[in-house]
C-alpha cells in the first residue's frame, strides 16, 4: 500500500521513484512510467520453484502466503507455473497480517486434515518465523513434510534468530544469487564497521541482498543526476485554489522527465549483478536453492532461466534445460529424514476414503452388494472389489478405506455408472471401484487409474440357422475357380495316362467311347503311368479332405452367423435395443443415434436372455449392447442362442475413478501393474469368472469361407509338372530304341475285303487258323504304330476265304518282313 501511493504521487508530480524491497508483481501492473524497481521482481523465481515440484514429482502443493498485495502478488504467477508442470493447488492457506499464534495454528491444523504435504511459504521473515515455530509444535516439521520459501524469506534468513531456524530444520529456499568477489567483500566490511559505529547494541549484523540492491540503487540515481546535470529540482506550481491539498500544491518537476530518461540508459555492474533498468526492473537472475540445517544452510543446486536445475553454475557440459532432481545435492527433510517425501499423505484424523461401488441386481461376478439384517453390516464382493483391494494392498503404504454402496434408503440404485461416477467430483466418495470403463466425456471430470482389465463395448445378438437348408451348399466348400481347376486337371490327367498306357496296355484300346473311361478305371502296367497316377491320388486326397473338413464347417459353423451384423442396420429396421440398467452404454446409444423409445434396459443375465428370445417383434429386442466382460458373462451361460457381434464402440478398459489431481492415481496406476502382471490377478480371474466368459458347445466365430485355389496351386503345380516329366521321358525312350525304322498305320478293324481285292478261294485252305465262318474272317490289326522287324508284332492272319494271286503273295510277303527270324537277316533288297 506505501509502495502504491508513493508510486502514484510520483507519477503526478513526474518524480522518479525508485524501490529496492518493493518486489511484488503486482506493481508493474499500474503502468507508471516513473517507478523504477531496482530489485529482482518475485515473479521471475517461480519457474525455480516449480522445477524443484517437478523434479520430485509431486503433484499437489499448497501455497501459504500473507494477505497483503506483497503475498497475494505473486500467486497468480505461481499457479500458472505450477499448472504448466500438472501440479494441482487444492488448496491456498492466507494468513492475516495481524494473525496471531493462534490463529496461525488453527490455519495449520487445518493443513494437517488434508492429503497434501507440500508447502510453498511466501510472506515476510518476521511472520514466517512464527510460523515455522508453531508447525514444530503442531508437529508439522516431521518426516513426509516439505517446506519450500521464496525469496523474501530466504534472502534475509541469517537475520532470523538462530532459536527460530533450528525449527526450520530441513526447508528448502530459493534465494537470489549474488556471486561472491572481494569487491562484495571489502564492501561488506566497510558496512559493518559503520554499522557497528552507530548502533553498537546490535550484534553479528549481516548485509543481505537487499542492502546490495539499495547501494546499487543509489548508484544508479547518482550516476543518472552526473549524466542529466541537474543541479536544481525545481517544480512548476499547479493554478491555485481553495480546495488544493498540501499534497497537490506540490507542483510537478522540471527535471523529472530527463532524470527518467537517464533512468532508463542506465547500465552498469553493481554489487548485486548487472545493473539494467531498460524495463524500469532488474531482468530475472540466478537463483540458489539451499537447505536449512540447524542454525545454517547448504547450497545444493542452482536455477537459471537457460539451463534449470543445475549443480554447479561452471558447468559446461549442460546445454539443455533441465529438472533433474540429480543435479540437486544430498538433502535433509524435516524430521531429520534422508528419504524423498511422496508429497501427500492419509491425514492421520481416522478418517477413511469412502470408496463409492455400484448397486447392481445382475452380474454379480463383477460387483456385488449383500445386506446382514442380523449384524446390519454391509459386505462387498465381486472381481472388481477383489481387484481393487489387491491393488490398494499393493502399494507401499497403508491406505485405510471403506466401501460405500451407491443406493437409496430402500436398497435400490441411487443412480447410473455416470451418476456415481460425478459423486466423485462432488466430493462426496474419495474414490469408486467397479467396472467402470474409461471414457473420454468422464474423464473431463475425474481421473482413471491406469485399465486393470480390456474393455470395449460390444454387440450379441441371435444365431440363424440358414446354411444348412439350401440345396447348393455341398458346392460352397470350394471356390468356382477351384472346381473348374480341378475338372480340367482330371481330364489332363487321365489324357496323360492314356497316352502312357495305349501303346504298351491291351486294356486301353478300343472304340473311342470305350477309351475315355479307361485312364481311370484299369490297371497301368507302365511306372511312368503309376507315378503320375501317385501324385494324382495324393492330389485328389487332399482336396477330398479338404472338401470333407469345410463342408463339415458350412453345416455345422454356419450356424453361427448372427441375426444382424451391424449397428446401422438395427437403427435403419427400428429393432429395440437392450442395454443393463444403470450403464453408462445408454449415453453411448443416444450418441449413436438410436432412438430412445427403442431402447429397453435389463437388470439381470435372465432377463436379456428373456428380452433376445421374445425379438424385436413381440415385445423384445433384436440385439443387447454391453460391455466386453457382461457380454462374456451372458455368452458364457447362453452361448449355444446368441453371438458376439463386433465392437460398435471402443473403451480404453475398466479402471478405478480418483478425483482430479488425486496423488493417489499414479500410485496406484503403478500398483495395478504390479497386480495385473502377477499371479495374484489369475488367482481373482479363476475364483470370479474362470470359465464363466468361456462359450463350451461352439466356436463364437462364423466359418470361414469358401476354400481358393490360392490354397492349393501349388498342389496342381506338382502334378502338373509330374505329368508332364513323364510324358517326356516316356517319348525320348521311344524315339530313343526306336529310332531309324518305318513307321506303318494300321487302321483299327478296318474289314480287309474293304481294302484288297477278292482272291480265290482255293487258297483259302493254306490257313489253319482260319474260323469257319467266312463272315468272320478278316484282316485283324491292332490299332497301333507297328514297325518293320519288331518281333513284338504279333504275326498277321488273313483268313478271306476270297484271297488268291498276288494278293495271296503280297499278304506272305508282309508277314515275312513282320518276323525276319523264320528267314534269316533282313537286308536292303528284300526289306525294300
Same mark, same amino acid.
Given at each position: 500500500?506505501?509502495?502504491?501511493?508513493?508510486?502514484?504521487?510520483?507519477?503526478?508530480?513526474?518524480?522518479?521513484?525508485?524501490?529496492?524491497?518493493?518486489?511484488?508483481?503486482?506493481?508493474?501492473?499500474?503502468?507508471?512510467?516513473?517507478?523504477?524497481r531496482a530489485a529482482v521482481n518475485d515473479s521471475s523465481q517461480v519457474k525455480a520453484i516449480s522445477a524443484i515440484i517437478q523434479a520430485f514429482g509431486w503433484r499437489e502443493v499448497v501455497p501459504i502466503y500473507i494477505d497483503n498485495?506483497?503475498?497475494?502478488?505473486?500467486?497468480?504467477?505461481?499457479?500458472?507455473?505450477?499448472?504448466?508442470?500438472?501440479?494441482?493447488?487444492?488448496?491456498?492457506?492466507?494468513?492475516?497480517?495481524?494473525?496471531?499464534?493462534?490463529?496461525?495454528?488453527?490455519?495449520?491444523?487445518?493443513?494437517?486434515?488434508?492429503?497434501?504435504?507440500?508447502?510453498?511459504?511466501?510472506?515476510?521473515?518476521?511472520?514466517?518465523?512464527?510460523?515455522?515455530?508453531?508447525?514444530?509444535?503442531?508437529?508439522?516439521?516431521?518426516?513426509?513434510?516439505?517446506?519450500?520459501?521464496?525469496?523474501?524469506?530466504?534472502?534475509?534468513? &541469517?537475520?532470523?534468530?538462530?532459536?527460530?531456524?533450528?525449527?526450520?530444520?530441513?526447508?528448502?529456499?530459493?534465494?537470489?544469487?549474488?556471486?561472491?568477489?572481494?569487491?562484495?567483500?571489502?564492501?561488506?566490511?566497510?558496512?559493518?564497521?559503520?554499522?557497528?559505529?552507530?548502533?553498537?547494541?546490535?550484534?553479528?549484523?549481516?548485509?543481505?541482498?537487499?542492502?546490495?540492491?539499495?547501494?546499487?540503487?543509489?548508484?544508479?540515481?547518482?550516476?543518472?543526476?552526473?549524466?542529466?546535470?541537474?543541479?536544481?529540482?525545481?517544480?512548476?506550481?499547479?493554478?491555485?485554489?481553495?480546495?488544493?491539498?498540501?499534497?497537490?500544491?506540490?507542483?510537478?518537476?522540471?527535471?523529472?522527465?530527463?532524470?527518467?530518461?537517464?533512468?532508463?540508459?542506465?547500465?552498469?555492474?553493481?554489487?548485486?549483478?548487472?545493473?539494467?533498468?531498460?524495463?524500469?526492473?532488474?531482468?530475472?537472475?540466478?537463483?540458489?536453492?539451499?537447505?536449512?540445517?540447524?542454525?545454517?544452510?547448504?547450497?545444493?543446486?542452482?536455477?537459471?532461466?537457460?539451463?534449470?536445475?543445475?549443480?554447479?553454475?561452471?558447468?559446461?557440459?549442460?546445454?539443455?534445460?533441465?529438472?533433474?532432481?540429480?543435479?540437486?545435492?544430498?538433502?535433509?527433510?524435516?524430521?531429520?529424514?534422508?528419504?524423498?517425501?511422496?508429497?501427500?499423505?492419509?491425514?492421520?484424523?481416522?478418517?477413511?476414503? &469412502?470408496?463409492?461401488?455400484?448397486?447392481?441386481?445382475?452380474?454379480?461376478?463383477?460387483?456385488?452388494?449383500?445386506?446382514?439384517?442380523?449384524?446390519?453390516?454391509?459386505?462387498?464382493?465381486?472381481?472388481?472389489?477383489?481387484?481393487?483391494?489387491?491393488?490398494?494392498?499393493? @502399494?507401499?503404504?497403508?491406505?485405510?478405506?471403506?466401501?460405500?454402496?451407491?443406493?437409496?434408503?430402500?436398497?435400490?440404485?441411487?443412480?447410473?455408472?455416470?451418476?456415481?461416477?460425478?459423486?466423485?467430483? @462432488?466430493?462426496?466418495?474419495?474414490?469408486?471401484?467397479?467396472?467402470?470403463?474409461?471414457?473420454?466425456?468422464?474423464?473431463?471430470?475425474?481421473?482413471?487409474?491406469?485399465?486393470?482389465?480390456?474393455?470395449?463395448?460390444?454387440?450379441?445378438?441371435?444365431?440363424?440357422?440358414?446354411?444348412?437348408?439350401?440345396?447348393?451348399?455341398?458346392?460352397?466348400?470350394?471356390?468356382?475357380?477351384?472346381?473348374?481347376?480341378?475338372?480340367?486337371?482330371?481330364?489332363?490327367?487321365?489324357?496323360?495316362?492314356?497316352?502312357?498306357?495305349?501303346?504298351?496296355?491291351?486294356?486301353?484300346?478300343?472304340?473311342?467311347?470305350?477309351?475315355?473311361?479307361?485312364?481311370?478305371?484299369?490297371?497301368?502296367?507302365?511306372?511312368?503311368?503309376?507315378?503320375?497316377?501317385?501324385?494324382?491320388?495324393?492330389?485328389?486326397?487332399?482336396?477330398?479332405?479338404?472338401?470333407?473338413?469345410?463342408?463339415?464347417?458350412?453345416?455345422?459353423?454356419?450356424?453361427?452367423?448372427?441375426?444382424?451384423?451391424?449397428?446401422?442396420?438395427?437403427?435403419?429396421?427400428?429393432?429395440?435395443?437392450?442395454?443393463?440398467?444403470?450403464?453408462?452404454?445408454?449415453?453411448?446409444?443416444?450418441?449413436?443415434?438410436?432412438?430412445?423409445?427403442?431402447?429397453?434396459?435389463?437388470?439381470?443375465?435372465?432377463?436379456?436372455?428373456?428380452?433376445?428370445?421374445?425379438?424385436?417383434?413381440?415385445?423384445?429386442?433384436?440385439?443387447?449392447?454391453?460391455?466386453?466382460?457382461?457380454?462374456?458373462?451372458?455368452?458364457?451361460?447362453?452361448?449355444?442362442?446368441?453371438?458376439?457381434?463386433?465392437?460398435?464402440?471402443?473403451?480404453?478398459?475398466?479402471?478405478?475413478?480418483?478425483?482430479?489431481?488425486?496423488?493417489?492415481?499414479?500410485?496406484?496406476?503403478?500398483?495395478?501393474?504390479?497386480?495385473?502382471?502377477?499371479?495374484?490377478?489369475?488367482?481373482?480371474?479363476?475364483?470370479? @469368472?474362470?470359465?464363466?466368459?468361456?462359450?463350451?458347445?461352439?466356436?463364437?466365430?462364423?466359418?470361414?469361407?469358401?476354400?481358393?485355389?490360392?490354397?492349393?496351386?501349388?498342389?496342381?503345380?506338382?502334378?502338373?509338372?509330374?505329368?508332364?516329366?513323364?510324358?517326356?521321358?516316356?517319348?525320348?525312350?521311344? =524315339?530313343?530304341?526306336?529310332?531309324?525304322?518305318?513307321?506303318?498305320?494300321?487302321?483299327?478293324?478296318?474289314?480287309?475285303?474293304?481294302?484288297?481285292?477278292?482272291?480265290?478261294?482255293?487258297?483259302?485252305?493254306?490257313?489253319?487258323?482260319?474260323?469257319?465262318?467266312?463272315?468272320?474272317?478278316?484282316?485283324?490289326?491292332?490299332?497301333?504304330?507297328?514297325? @518293320?522287324?519288331?518281333?513284338?508284332?504279333?504275326?498277321?492272319?488273313?483268313?478271306?476265304?476270297?484271297?488268291?494271286?498276288?494278293?495271296? =503273295?503280297?499278304?506272305?510277303?508282309?508277314?515275312?518282313?513282320?518276323?525276319?527270324?523264320?528267314?534269316?537277316?533282313?537286308?536292303?533288297?528284300?526289306?525294300?
Amino acid at each position: 500500500m506505501q509502495a502504491n501511493f508513493v508510486i502514484d504521487l510520483g507519477n503526478k508530480t513526474h518524480v522518479p521513484i525508485i524501490s529496492f524491497s518493493a518486489t511484488s508483481p503486482s506493481l508493474t501492473s499500474l503502468q507508471s512510467p516513473y517507478f523504477f524497481r531496482a530489485a529482482v521482481n518475485d515473479s521471475s523465481q517461480v519457474k525455480a520453484i516449480s522445477a524443484i515440484i517437478q523434479a520430485f514429482g509431486w503433484r499437489e502443493v499448497v501455497p501459504i502466503y500473507i494477505d497483503n498485495e506483497y503475498g497475494q502478488g505473486i500467486i497468480p504467477f505461481l499457479i500458472d507455473a505450477l499448472q504448466d508442470i500438472d501440479a494441482r493447488v487444492p488448496y491456498r492457506s492466507v494468513i492475516p497480517t495481524s494473525a496471531s499464534d493462534d490463529q496461525i495454528g488453527q490455519e495449520l491444523y487445518k493443513l494437517t486434515t488434508m492429503q497434501t504435504r507440500v508447502f510453498i511459504v511466501h510472506m515476510s521473515a518476521n511472520l514466517s518465523s512464527r510460523l515455522f515455530t508453531k508447525a514444530k509444535e503442531i508437529g508439522m516439521m516431521s518426516e513426509g513434510f516439505v517446506w519450500i520459501m521464496t525469496s523474501g524469506i530466504t534472502n534475509s534468513i &541469517r537475520s532470523i534468530e538462530s532459536s527460530t531456524r533450528v525449527s526450520m530444520h530441513g526447508v528448502l529456499g530459493v534465494r537470489t544469487y549474488v556471486r561472491e568477489t572481494t569487491e562484495i567483500e571489502n564492501f561488506i566490511i566497510r558496512w559493518k564497521t559503520n554499522f557497528q559505529q552507530e548502533n553498537p547494541t546490535i550484534l553479528n549484523s549481516e548485509l543481505n541482498v537487499i542492502g546490495l540492491w539499495a547501494y546499487d540503487a543509489a548508484s544508479a540515481l547518482a550516476s543518472a543526476v552526473e549524466k542529466v546535470g541537474i543541479t536544481n529540482f525545481s517544480f512548476e506550481k499547479t493554478a491555485a485554489s481553495s480546495y488544493l491539498t498540501d499534497l497537490e500544491t506540490i507542483g510537478v518537476s522540471q527535471n523529472g522527465p530527463k532524470l527518467r530518461e537517464a533512468l532508463w540508459a542506465t547500465r552498469f555492474r553493481g554489487l548485486a549483478g548487472e545493473v539494467s533498468l531498460h524495463n524500469g526492473q532488474l531482468q530475472s537472475s540466478t537463483f540458489e536453492i539451499i537447505n536449512v540445517n540447524g542454525n545454517g544452510e547448504r547450497k545444493i543446486a542452482f536455477w537459471t532461466p537457460k539451463l534449470g536445475l543445475i549443480r554447479k553454475l561452471d558447468s559446461a557440459n549442460t546445454s539443455t534445460y533441465s529438472i533433474s532432481k540429480k543435479n540437486l545435492g544430498p538433502i535433509i527433510w524435516p524430521g531429520d529424514s534422508i528419504s524423498i517425501p511422496k508429497g501427500w499423505e492419509i491425514p492421520q484424523t481416522g478418517k477413511k476414503l &469412502r470408496i463409492g461401488v455400484p448397486v447392481k441386481e445382475g452380474f454379480s461376478e463383477l460387483v456385488k452388494v449383500t445386506h446382514d439384517p442380523s449384524t446390519n453390516k454391509t459386505q462387498v464382493t465381486g472381481y472388481s472389489i477383489d481387484v481393487f483391494n489387491a491393488v490398494m494392498g499393493a @502399494l507401499p503404504y497403508a491406505v485405510s478405506y471403506e466401501f460405500i454402496p451407491f443406493e437409496k434408503a430402500n436398497g435400490e440404485t441411487a443412480g447410473t455408472y455416470n451418476d456415481l461416477v460425478y459423486q466423485v467430483y @462432488l466430493g462426496n466418495f474419495d474414490a469408486v471401484a467397479g467396472d467402470i470403463s474409461i471414457t473420454a466425456n468422464i474423464s473431463n471430470f475425474v481421473d482413471f487409474t491406469l485399465p486393470y482389465k480390456e474393455s470395449g463395448v460390444t454387440m450379441v445378438v441371435p444365431i440363424k440357422d440358414k446354411e444348412r437348408n439350401n440345396a447348393w451348399v455341398f458346392l460352397k466348400p470350394l471356390s468356382w475357380q477351384l472346381w473348374i481347376t480341378s475338372g480340367c486337371f482330371f481330364v489332363f490327367i487321365g489324357f496323360v495316362v492314356w497316352v502312357l498306357e495305349h501303346r504298351i496296355n491291351e486294356e486301353f484300346r478300343g472304340p473311342l467311347s470305350h477309351e475315355i473311361g479307361q485312364a481311370y478305371g484299369e490297371t497301368v502296367v507302365s511306372n511312368l503311368a503309376r507315378f503320375v497316377v501317385i501324385i494324382w491320388v495324393f492330389v485328389v486326397l487332399i482336396l477330398t479332405q479338404s472338401y470333407t473338413a469345410s463342408l463339415a464347417s458350412f453345416l455345422t459353423v454356419q450356424q453361427l452367423q448372427p441375426a444382424v451384423t451391424d449397428v446401422n442396420q438395427l437403427i435403419k429396421r427400428g429393432d429395440y435395443v437392450g442395454y443393463q440398467k444403470g450403464s453408462y452404454v445408454l449415453g453411448i446409444l443416444k450418441e449413436m443415434n438410436f432412438d430412445e423409445s427403442k431402447l429397453k434396459a435389463y437388470k439381470s443375465i435372465d432377463e436379456c436372455d428373456e428380452l433376445l428370445s421374445k425379438g424385436s417383434a413381440n415385445g423384445g429386442i433384436a440385439a443387447a449392447i454391453d460391455g466386453v466382460l457382461s457380454m462374456n458373462l451372458f455368452l458364457g451361460k447362453y452361448c449355444s442362442k446368441y453371438i458376439m457381434v463386433g465392437s460398435p464402440y471402443k473403451t480404453y478398459g475398466l479402471g478405478f475413478v480418483f478425483p482430479i489431481g488425486s496423488p493417489l492415481v499414479s500410485d496406484v496406476s503403478r500398483a495395478v501393474l504390479n497386480v495385473t502382471e502377477g499371479e495374484k490377478m489369475k488367482e481373482i480371474e479363476k475364483a470370479w @469368472l474362470g470359465d464363466r466368459t468361456r462359450c463350451p458347445n461352439s466356436n463364437t466365430q462364423a466359418s470361414s469361407g469358401s476354400l481358393t485355389l490360392d490354397c492349393f496351386w501349388g498342389l496342381f503345380l506338382i502334378a502338373g509338372i509330374a505329368s508332364l516329366l513323364a510324358l517326356m521321358i516316356s517319348v525320348s525312350m521311344f =524315339l530313343y530304341k526306336e529310332r531309324g525304322q518305318i513307321l506303318i498305320w494300321a487302321p483299327q478293324e478296318e474289314s480287309y475285303s474293304d481294302s484288297v481285292p477278292s482272291i480265290g478261294a482255293s487258297h483259302a485252305s493254306t490257313n489253319t487258323n482260319c474260323p469257319p465262318s467266312p463272315s468272320s474272317c478278316s484282316v485283324h490289326m491292332e490299332p497301333h504304330f507297328t514297325f @518293320l522287324g519288331d518281333s513284338r508284332t504279333p504275326s498277321i492272319e488273313y483268313c478271306h476265304p476270297n484271297l488268291h494271286g498276288q494278293e495271296f =503273295l503280297l499278304a506272305q510277303a508282309i508277314e515275312q518282313i513282320g518276323h525276319p527270324n523264320q528267314d534269316g537277316p533282313r537286308t536292303a533288297e528284300n526289306s525294300s
